[in-house]
């Protein structure tokens, strides 16, 4: 390839400004920060709560003139959370948080290297009416797993990136990471979506 194909395949690579002159298409191949989502949302007066994703789907059916994906609701119904004191027979009510309450008991209970993860965050939310003594026996059983490599969420562009990139570059530093990230997030995102 000549330097003037390189050029002009690179002009017309150019991240176009976020505007609501836009298609729901281009706004989808290019990486966007949340915060210039909610910029555009905010100018074209669609909804801006939400994760990323449905903010991103919102913005692209409305700049097609689509009706809009619904908005999920804004709060969760207050429902009864535990409170102080806790033991290993206290039962996990339905809607339960992952809450300092239950913090404070289980760094207790398993010790000070005890976080939520996602194993955690799921036993609790999804096992109301067991004890607080079988999320305890939960968090022992899953620390093979807890312990592999998991693959970053979709939603976590950045830490994505990064992880792969010092993968890749096991001697790069933090600065040339971001700055690897800026000229990455600059280009269209690949068909596959990444």
């Not at 290019?30 to 709560?49: F, G, I, K």
């Not at 789907?57 to 994906?69: E, K």
Request: charged residues 25%; aromatic residues 8%; positive net charge.
């Amino acid at each position: 390839m000549n330097e003037n194909q390189n050029t002009s395949t690179t002009a017309a690579e150019i991240r176009p400004p976020l505007t609501p002159g836009l298609t729901g298409a281009e706004l989808l191949r290019w990486y966007w920060t949340l915060d210039e989502l909610t910029a555009l949302a905010r100018a074209m007066n669609v909804a801006r709560h939400g994760g990323k994703a449905a903010l991103t789907a919102r913005l692209a059916a409305a700049l097609d003139g689509l009706p809009l994906p619904a908005a999920p609701d804004r709060r969760r119904p207050a429902t009864a959370q535990l409170a102080e004191p806790v033991d290993g027979d206290t039962v996990i009510p339905a809607g339960q948080r992952c809450s300092q309450v239950l913090r404070r008991y289980f760094v207790e209970a398993i010790g000070p290297g005890f976080h939520f993860d996602a194993f955690m965050r799921d036993f609790i939310a999804q096992n109301p009416g067991r004890t607080l003594a079988d999320a305890v026996a939960h968090w022992h059983a899953t620390r093979p797993d807890a312990a592999r490599p998991r693959e970053i969420g979709e939603q976590f562009e950045y830490n994505r990136f990064t992880s792969a990139w010092h993968r890749q570059n096991p001697g790069g530093t933090r600065d040339q990471a971001r700055r690897a990230w800026l000229a990455h997030r600059a280009l269209p995102k690949s068909p596959e979506g990444g």
